[in-house]
């Protein structure tokens, strides 16, 4: 079932910012460039069952060009992007080998001492599409727009207020990631997902201009916290070892092997810990999150260099979505 779009309002008034010095970014004596708008946008965070106010800001270029814009359409769209790479069944990365050259060059990278390692083919296959199975998808999931100008005179900037009606449903709230690759480098992911603002300028002579003004984010209401008060949540884990997620340097895999001599893992103590979170294992932004951390120990082994950290971390869990599972908007 098709969702019911958010909706612009369009208030029948507007501005006009009084002219200035600055009014104009004349481009000196070249007019022979097509005529251009500046334009961008303040506005409200959306919300399920609410009203957001902004507006448009907009002027022109070049005084010339004041006359040359027939309408100015806003449009308010909803983007996703999601992407997983991961390498193939039974590619494996060139290693990190020592280098010949006496100096660090672009490739090559100094961990002390007189020792230069050399990057170049590690690198180069961490963007080998022969190593690499990538999956890749973006689209847009809902667009709603309205006409705030028609014919306007835009000797001087103007300033357009609107309103966007959000209906009683819960959109996803924004969603900006960026890619942390950290070796070894098997398997990452990132997803983007963003509310747009876009400007388009239809001028005079029929040419378009799609122009971004602005983004805005999406607030959702927790509705399961208003209906029912959630108890909390306790689970229990066992502290593990990190992985050695720098072995790709010969140094750090050194590094590895001196602590498994040192301390052998057989040796090490063993812990585990309760968690419990007083609100429940659903959060919302902006929540403020109560629980406790207990420590336990189940084996008591070496104490040399043994160490253990407790640390609050989210992390995504992006899968892909099956061919029933996707949406279909008409």
């Given at each position: ?306 160490d253990i950290s407790v640390h609050l971390q989210s992390t995504s869990r992006e899968q892909w979505a099956q061919p029933a599972q996707v949406p279909t908007f008409c």
């Amino acid at each position: 079932m098709r969702p019911p779009l958010a909706s612009l309002l369009l208030t029948a008034a507007f501005t006009v910012h009084l002219a200035s010095a600055g009014s104009f970014e004349d481009s000196g004596t070249d007019t022979s460039q097509p005529c251009s708008v500046r334009a961008w946008v303040r506005a409200e965070d959306l919300s399920p069952g609410h009203v957001s106010r902004g507006d448009l800001r907009i002027k022109v270029t070049r005084q010339e060009c004041a006359q040359q814009i027939a309408s100015v359409t806003l449009r308010l769209q909803l983007d996703e992007f999601g992407e997983v790479k991961y390498l193939k069944e039974g590619a494996v990365l060139p290693e990190v080998r020592p280098s010949n050259e006496s100096a660090s060059t672009e490739y090559s990278s100094s961990m002390g001492g007189d020792v230069v390692y050399d990057y170049q083919a590690h690198d180069d296959g961490l963007n080998d599409p022969e190593l690499w199975t990538i999956k890749a998808e973006e689209r847009r999931a809902w667009t709603t727009e309205a006409i705030l100008l028609t014919d306007p005179d835009l000797s001087q900037p103007v300033i357009t207020p609107f309103t966007v009606a959000v209906p009683a449903v819960n959109y996803p709230p924004v969603i900006r990631k960026y890619r942390h690759l950290r070796p070894p480098v098997g398997r990452h992911s990132f997803t983007d997902l963003g509310y747009r603002y876009i400007a388009v300028v239809t001028f005079t002579d029929g040419r378009i201009e799609n122009i971004p003004v602005g983004h805005t984010a999406f607030i959702p209401s927790d509705s399961s916290s208003q209906m029912h008060v959630q108890s909390p949540f306790t689970w229990n884990l066992t502290f593990q070892d990190h992985k050695c997620i720098g072995c790709v340097h010969p140094r750090k895999k050194e590094h590895q092997e001196t602590l498994e001599t040192c301390l052998p893992k057989a040796q090490r103590s063993v812990f585990s810990a309760e968690v419990t979170l007083d609100n429940g294992k659903v959060a919302t932004p902006g929540q403020t999150l109560t629980g406790r951390v207990t420590v336990y120990k189940l084996k008591n082994g070496a104490t040399t260099l043994s160490d253990i950290s407790v640390h609050l971390q989210s992390t995504s869990r992006e899968q892909w979505a099956q061919p029933a599972q996707v949406p279909t908007f008409c």
